[in-house]
């Protein structure tokens, strides 16, 4: 796609960067209650906190985005990448835009010597599943959650 830029979240973007999280958390099917919004964005902002953005551009229009962190692999004794959140809006999909957000958080790994980079996505989430099993390996680790509050 000629016309896509992959660019740094900025506080400039937080109107449509809102707009599009609300749209991902409808995709999951998850409440998310205004200060959660606030904290991501916060987190997402702030030059001292190891979370990051980045938005897909197409024709000036946001139309995606992606969320990634640094975190600690003990076993590896280094610091690896994590991708929380990948998010096209349904009528970008399907033109290269989740593999070129992929692929941008990919360089910027490469910059920060993180061995790897993982991330979870929903068993039925096929679409996504489909590009994940071009670009990546398919782990044989299975996710699990520990409820902590009720």
Known sequence: MSNLEICDIQKKHYEVWIKLYHNYAEYYQVDIPKDNFDLTWKWLTSENYPFWGILADVDSKIVGFAHFRSLPSPLDSCEVGFLDDLFVLQEY??????????????????????????????????????????????????????????
């Open 93 to 150: 999909r399907g033109k290269k835009i989740g593999y070129s957000l992929i692929e941008k958080v990919h360089q910027i790994g490469k910059s920060k010597n993180w061995p790897y980079i993982n991330w979870i996505t929903k068993d039925d989430n096929y679409t996504a599943r489909t590009l994940y099993d071009k670009i990546s390996t398919k782990t044989d680790w299975n996710f699990y959650e520990l409820t902590v509050k009720s």
